[in-house]
């Protein structure tokens, strides 16, 4: 089993930024993949970025540019940098990790970008 908790979310006013983290513990060896993910209300779950074994990354096309996904050494723990954050950024951002085709993920952690 893994746990995944994320934390980092808060408000923040248009332009500007927030880091994300994703603690991962329990079994952590050989995780395949792991990514943000983000909810915004009354909307699908929709993929924001994520980070292959092999350290390639994947972004929607609605963060390039201004989101940054990176993980420690250790490949344990996860983070999103958010700049130039947007009010259509705000949502509840979830950590995923992969292993073996399993997915874990963490409950969530709030974004909102307002005046």
């Known amino acids: 089993q893994m746990q995944l908790v994320e934390s980092g979310g808060g408000l923040v006013q248009p332009g500007g930024s927030l880091r994300l983290s994703c603690a991962a513990s329990?079994?952590?060896?050989?995780?395949?993949?792991m990514g943000w993910y983000r909810q915004a209300p009354g909307k699908l779950r929709e993929l924001v970025a994520t980070?292959?074994?092999?350290?390639?990354?994947n972004y929607a096309d609605s963060v390039k540019g201004r989101f940054t996904i990176s993980r420690d050494a250790a490949k344990t723990t996860l983070y999103l940098q958010m700049n130039s954050l947007k009010p259509e950024d705000t949502a509840v951002y979830y950590c995923?990790?992969?292993?073996w085709g399993h997915g874990y993920w963490g409950q969530g952690t709030q974004v909102t970008v307002s005046l």
């Open positions: 995923k990790a992969t292993k």
């Open positions: 980070i292959l074994s092999n350290s390639n990354t």
């Open positions: 329990g079994d952590t060896f050989n995780i395949n993949a």
